[in-house]
């Protein structure tokens, strides 16, 4: 593995352990909004990547682009590899979104006004650049579903991760 891989799977535990802390209340943490907080993340920091001009753009806002789709694919792809050589299965279709959202108690501006404090302090200390940022936060992402399959089975999990990048890569980030 090259330095710059090993960087982003260094940085992704990190991730994945600054997000259950974030995200922890009481001791607590709600596994829905802790997996799409997580993959929101990863689209946010992928957002930034595409040249799009959001800077005013207030953060939390939707923000439709032709690169989207790709865009998303690319951070599910991501994760579902992650996924797949950690031994976690996923379904060939997640559940449909109405019936996720439902399930995810904390938004797009809640998680990431919690994660993004606990996360760019990483960024820095891994020297990673939006790009990597968001595949490690994919990893994290999947390194989650994986770490929690006992409370929540890892096809949930991967829907709930899929719903948050989708969200994430189709909304504005606010300052990085």
Same mark, same amino acid.
Request: proline share 6%; hydrophobic share 45%.
């Given at each position: 593995?090259?330095?710059? %891989?090993? $960087?982003?799977?260094?940085?992704? #535990? +990190?991730?994945?352990?600054?997000?259950? $802390?974030?995200?922890?209340?009481?001791? $607590?943490?709600?596994?829905?909004?802790?997996?799409?907080?997580?993959?929101?993340?990863?689209?946010?920091?992928?957002?930034?990547?595409?040249?799009?001009?959001?800077? %005013?753009?207030?953060?939390?806002?939707?923000?439709?682009?032709?690169?989207?789709?790709? &865009?998303?694919?690319?951070?599910?792809?991501f994760c579902a590899s992650i996924l797949g050589s950690l031994g976690s299965g996923i379904p060939d279709h997640p559940p449909a979104f109405d019936e996720l959202?439902? $399930?995810?108690? =904390?938004?797009?501006?809640?998680?990431?006004?919690?994660?993004?404090?606990?996360? &760019?302090?990483?960024?820095?200390? !891994?020297?990673?650049?939006?790009?990597?940022? &968001?595949?490690?936060?994919?990893?994290?992402?999947?390194?989650?579903? %994986?770490? !929690?399959? #006992?409370? =929540?089975?890892?096809?949930?999990?991967?829907? !709930? +991760?899929?719903?948050? !990048?989708?969200?994430?890569?189709?909304? &504005?980030?606010?300052?990085?």
């Open positions: 593995m090259d330095e710059s %891989h090993q $960087k982003t799977a260094e940085c992704a #535990k +990190a991730i994945a352990v600054a997000t259950v $802390k974030a995200l922890s209340i009481d001791g $607590k943490v709600n596994l829905p909004s802790m997996i799409a907080g997580c993959a929101r993340l990863g689209g946010s920091y992928m957002v930034r990547t595409l040249g799009l001009q959001l800077t %005013h753009v207030p953060e939390g806002q939707a923000v439709l682009h032709p690169s989207a789709e790709s &865009a998303t694919a690319t951070l599910v792809n959202r439902s $399930k995810i108690p =904390m938004d797009y501006l809640k998680t990431q006004s919690l994660l993004r404090p606990a996360v &760019a302090p990483l960024q820095a200390q !891994f020297g990673l650049p939006d790009a990597q940022m &968001a595949r490690a936060a994919s990893s994290a992402t999947a390194i989650l579903v %994986h770490q !929690f399959a #006992k409370y =929540m089975e890892p096809g949930a999990g991967f829907g !709930f +991760a899929v719903y948050g !990048f989708t969200e994430g890569v189709r909304t &504005a980030p606010g300052a990085a």
